[in-house]
């Protein structure tokens, strides 16, 4: 099943936002092609403080991973997670980036602009974090960026904040690379009552074949796990001019969603993997 929907116009006030934190970006670069991890965070930071988010660290057993949130005072029942993409993964194509801090963070962009109660951004291991210990080693941002032990990572942040929210539930939204790991802590969770991509490398082994590049370590590509998670409720939102996860990548889910009524494919035109998401996001309003 494949859906379009137009997302919100050029005028619209959060595509000016956009523009404005990325001119930000551009700002702070000055002669360099690429923001120090301080100007990155710090652009995460305004980002979040703009919408009254709380900025926090928690530790995992492997990785201290950054976290911003809204929640109300008294907890939440269920919580609205956003995980990041793979951020600044890689220098060029073929030379890793010392640190994986994203230049223009789009899942906390969403995060932003969601209007659920209780949101949390979660970064992926080494994001905002200094090129120390386990971050001086770009595995955990290449390779090994969807292997097991991230995905415990993640895991255990989740429950973390559930704990301190006295949450029963979540609801688990991956951009671009995190999609793929939303999809991963589905199938191993039995607390998601909402699982959405957008932009998510959901098919693996379809991507590496389409790009020609060398496999990566993980247990399982996403879309095998389409039968085992597909009780979850559940849209992928791809971007019709996406080059970089373009929309076949998600021909297997398009399949499935003929079978299974809780799946939903969306293909959004004038959308690339970048832009627009945040008005898509606003104007579906999940």
Excluded at 111 to 131: K, N
Excluded at 164 to 180: K, M, N, P, R
Excluded at 258 to 268: F, L, M, R, W
Aim: aromatic share 8%; glycine share 4%.
């Amino acid at each position: 099943m494949r859906e379009d929907h137009k997302p919100a116009t050029a005028s619209s006030p959060l595509r000016v936002l956009c523009a404005t934190f990325l001119a930000f970006v551009a700002l702070l670069s000055g002669c360099s092609s690429i923001p120090s991890v301080e100007q990155r965070t710090l652009l995460a930071r305004s980002m979040a403080t703009a919408v009254s988010f709380t900025e926090r660290e928690i530790a995992t057993p492997l990785f201290t991973l950054r976290a911003f949130s809204r929640a109300p005072s008294d907890g939440a029942s269920a919580i609205r997670i956003f995980i990041e993409g793979d951020g600044l993964a890689y220098a060029s194509r073929a030379t890793p980036s010392l640190n994986p801090t994203p230049t223009d963070p789009v899942a906390l962009r969403l995060a932003s602009a969601d209007r659920a109660d209780a949101v949390v951004y979660l970064a992926r291991p080494c994001q905002y974090q200094p090129s120390v210990g386990l971050c001086r080693n770009h595995y955990w941002w290449t390779q090994g960026r969807l292997s097991a032990p991230v995905i415990a990572s993640l895991s255990s942040a989740i429950d973390a904040v559930k704990n301190d929210l006295g949450a029963e539930q979540i609801e688990l939204v991956g951009y671009s690379g995190g999609g793929a790991l939303a999809v991963l802590l589905a199938a191993q969770r039995t607390d998601v009552r909402l699982l959405v991509t957008v932009a998510g490398l959901i098919d693996t082994a379809r991507w590496l074949s389409h790009h020609k590049l060398s496999p990566l370590d993980i247990e399982k590509n996403p879309a095998a796990l389409i039968d085992q998670i597909a009780d979850i409720p559940q849209w992928h939102f791809v971007g019709a001019d996406d080059q970089v996860i373009p929309p076949a990548i998600a021909l297997r889910w398009t399949a499935a969603a003929s079978n299974y009524p809780t799946i939903h494919v969306v293909e959004v035109p004038d959308t690339t993997h970048h832009c627009c998401w945040t008005d898509v996001w606003r104007s579906w309003g999940l």
